[in-house]
């Protein structure tokens, strides 16, 4: 069984950095995309940035190009979102998920971890 745990949130001043971690485990996952959401009191679930576990097809949201790099470690089977010149709108809980590469949606999920940032 696909599991996905997140870590690493916290409280940040702005322009402080964070980096989370999504610990994955159940299988092998060469063959899944990686993909980080972010989810706003009130607001929808917002793609983020995803990457291909080969490393490869990275991609992000215009909100957070240029501060937020997302990446893997496949030895440690864990997935990063470094972000940095964070931002009070890039308050959300952060949730990590994963989708085999040929499918469009993604269909194992995280329980997500809270960044806030202060103004």
């Known amino acids: 069984q696909v599991q996905l745990v997140e870590s690493g949130g916290g409280l940040v001043q702005a322009g402080g950095s964070l980096r989370l971690s999504c610990a994955a485990s159940?299988?092998?996952?060469?063959?899944?995309?990686m993909g980080w959401f972010r989810q706003a009191p009130g607001k929808e679930r917002d793609f983020v940035a995803a990457?291909?576990?080969?490393?490869?097809?990275?991609l992000y949201a215009d909100s957070v190009k240029g501060r937020f790099t997302i990446s893997r470690d496949s030895a440690e089977n864990t997935v990063y979102l470094q972000m940095n010149s964070l931002k009070p709108e890039d308050t959300a809980a952060y949730y990590c998920?994963?989708?085999?590469?040929?499918?469009?949606?993604?269909?194992?999920w995280g329980q997500g971890t809270q960044v806030t940032v202060s103004s």
């Open positions: 990457i291909n576990w080969s490393g490869g097809s990275i």
């Open positions: 998920a994963a989708r085999l590469v040929t499918l469009k949606e993604y269909a194992y």
């Open positions: 159940g299988r092998t996952f060469n063959r899944y995309r």
